[in-house]
């Protein structure tokens, strides 16, 4: 391959990269977002059940507790309202995929069409790679410090992997 072939591989590598601790730090996000949404939606349902069984009770003191568990399940509600954790974690799950799709066609581009384009149809490749790769960042949620953390660590200890030497890597 020619110096400048080698360049543009270079860049898709890093495209891959990218995309790998993209995917990775949302899908995380996502995991985070859908244990909100049990946490918060759990209890709320048990909540809500247990104050209309006391409400509908004759002694004195389930009133106390019907009223304790109406205002737990109108915060569980307002929570699950306000955060909507099921939406996020789908909107991060979703970015994720797209990530993954971008380092999928990246490995691709780099390991097979970059021996067979020429230096220009490659660099043409890389371009529409690296624009799909900076919408993906305008348009995609920001994913918190500490999911970008536990991409970083996750990859380290081979949950996903961008190596492309390597086979079988799992990338979620």
Same mark, same amino acid.
């Given at each position: 391959?020619?110096?400048?072939?080698?360049?543009?591989?270079?860049?898709?590598?890093?495209?891959?990269?990218?995309?790998?601790?993209?995917?990775?730090?949302?899908?995380? $996000?996502?995991?985070?977002?859908?244990?909100?949404?049990?946490?918060?939606?759990?209890?709320?349902?048990?909540?809500?059940?247990?104050?209309?069984?006391?409400?509908?009770?004759?002694?004195?003191?389930?009133?106390?507790?019907?009223?304790?568990?109406?205002?737990?399940?109108?915060?569980? $509600?307002?929570?699950?309202?306000?955060?909507?954790?099921?939406?996020?974690?789908?909107?991060?799950?979703?970015?994720?995929?797209?990530?993954?799709?971008?380092?999928?066609?990246?490995?691709?581009?780099?390991?097979?069409?970059?021996?067979?384009?020429?230096?220009?149809?490659?660099?043409?490749?890389?371009?529409?790679?690296?624009?799909?790769?900076?919408?993906?960042?305008?348009?995609?949620?920001?994913?918190?410090?500490?999911?970008?953390?536990?991409?970083?660590?996750?990859?380290?200890?081979?949950?996903?992997?961008?190596?492309?030497?390597?086979?079988?890597?799992?990338?979620?």
């Amino acid at each position: 391959m020619s110096k400048s072939k080698n360049e543009i591989v270079a860049e898709l590598n890093r495209i891959e990269v990218d995309s790998v601790y993209s995917a990775k730090g949302h899908f995380n $996000t996502a995991s985070s977002w859908r244990r909100w949404n049990y946490s918060f939606g759990i209890p709320a349902a048990i909540a809500s059940a247990v104050a209309g069984v006391s409400a509908l009770s004759s002694f004195d003191n389930h009133d106390l507790v019907a009223a304790v568990l109406a205002v737990a399940v109108a915060v569980l $509600t307002s929570l699950m309202t306000f955060l909507n954790p099921s939406d996020q974690a789908a909107t991060h799950h979703a970015a994720g995929n797209r990530y993954n799709s971008l380092k999928n066609r990246s490995r691709i581009a780099a390991n097979v069409e970059a021996t067979t384009l020429s230096v220009a149809e490659l660099a043409s490749r890389m371009s529409e790679l690296a624009l799909e790769r900076d919408e993906l960042n305008e348009q995609s949620p920001q994913i918190p410090r500490r999911a970008f953390e536990r991409a970083q660590s996750g990859i380290a200890a081979g949950e996903a992997s961008y190596d492309s030497d390597e086979s079988g890597a799992n990338d979620g």
